[in-house]
Nanobody
Framework: QVQLVESGGGSVQVGGSLRLSCTAT????????MGWWRQSAPGKQREFVA???????SNYAASVRGRFTISRDNGNTLSLQMNSLKSEDTAVYYC???????????WGQGTQVTVSS
């Protein structure tokens, strides 16, 4: 079983900053890739934000590149530093992680980020 617990969401004005964190625990082996996704409204497709691969490299969606920074500590804590926030960044942000053999994806409960003008 893999459990992901997110924190750090909230409300901020346009141009502001927030930092999200996600701590993963696993009973089925090492946590592999970890990342962040977001869903702007119920019924809309969840979209990729950023991820850290198991080797340490990171990928970003074009819409957040240069404003968001993803990082992972030596353990299983993932962070997302979000700067220069825009109203279109408003969404529920979900932590995602892969673990197990074969690897399966797991999701956190989500944390709301609201950016207002």
């Amino acid at each position: 079983q893999v459990q992901l617990v997110e924190s750090g969401g909230g409300s901020v004005q346009v141009g502001g900053s927030l930092r999200l964190s996600c701590t993963a625990t696993s009973t089925i082996g090492d946590i592999l890739n970890m990342g962040w996704w977001r869903q702007s409204a119920p019924g809309k497709q969840r979209e990729f934000v950023a991820m850290v691969l198991n080797g340490g490299s990171s990928n970003y969606a074009a819409s957040v590149r240069g404003r968001f920074t993803i990082s992972r500590d030596n353990g299983n804590t993932l962070s997302l530093q979000m700067n220069s926030l825009k109203s279109e960044d408003t969404a529920v942000y979900y932590c995602n992680a892969y673990a197990g053999n074969p690897p399966l994806g797991y999701w956190g409960q989500g944390t709301q980020v609201t950016v207002s003008s």
